[in-house]
């Protein structure tokens, strides 16, 4: 599952003519999911993030949700790639545990190319990757204020909380994204023009 999380994304979808209802980001959909998983009997899988953060997180849950389900937890070692040993180790510990739900915080895109990549292996009725969202709803960093959410100034927030390491995503690579939106609107325009 790919969520539209940022608000420029939002807004883009508009401009080329194909608006996302509405954003679902990964720490609103995490705890208001954790609540229909305990009412449910799903089972949780918690994949990602620095050590020890994943149990902080499940421990959150649970204190909150006791009849959610938490089957396993694992942080990998920091790796722009995973070696063969390491993916097959983290595919056998899913599995073994068997989730209905795979919660994936390796930060985008890597999270995204890995559950692509394994998607096959795994054996779980949903695999979503949330980036930073295991953090912030375990408490260990706050989150924007909600005029900053609606106003699509997350990033902001984000970046003045952790600027090393956020600071190459939103200053260096997020703006790439805006030639890339009005190209393709150009081209849709160009489309247009051309049918008619």
Request: hydrophobic share 40%; aromatic share 12%; with cysteine.
């Amino acid at each position: 599952m790919c969520l539209p999380d940022g608000v420029p994304l939002i807004w883009a979808s508009r401009l080329l003519g194909k608006p996302i209802q509405g954003r679902v980001t990964g720490l609103d959909l995490l705890p208001e999911f954790s609540r229909t998983g305990a009412e449910k009997g799903y089972r949780f899988f918690f994949l990602g993030a620095k050590e020890g953060v994943a149990k902080k997180l499940s421990e959150r849950l649970l204190s909150i949700y006791p009849n959610l389900q938490v089957c396993g937890y694992y942080s990998p070692p920091f790796a722009e790639r995973f070696s063969d040993e390491e993916n097959s180790k983290m595919i056998s510990m899913i599995n073994n545990a068997q989730p209905h739900v795979i919660w994936v915080s390796l930060t985008a895109p890597k999270q995204d190319y890995w559950i692509a990549e394994h998607f096959d292996k795994l054996n779980a009725n949903i695999i979503i990757g949330v980036g930073g969202a295991f953090e912030v709803t375990a408490g260990l960093i706050p989150r924007a204020p909600y005029w900053m959410q609606r106003n699509g100034l997350e990033w902001l927030f984000r970046l003045s909380q952790e600027p090393r390491r956020l600071f190459k995503r939103y200053i260096l690579e997020a703006p790439q994204f805006i030639p890339l939106v009005l190209l393709q609107k150009l081209n849709l325009l160009s489309l247009k023009n051309y049918s008619e």
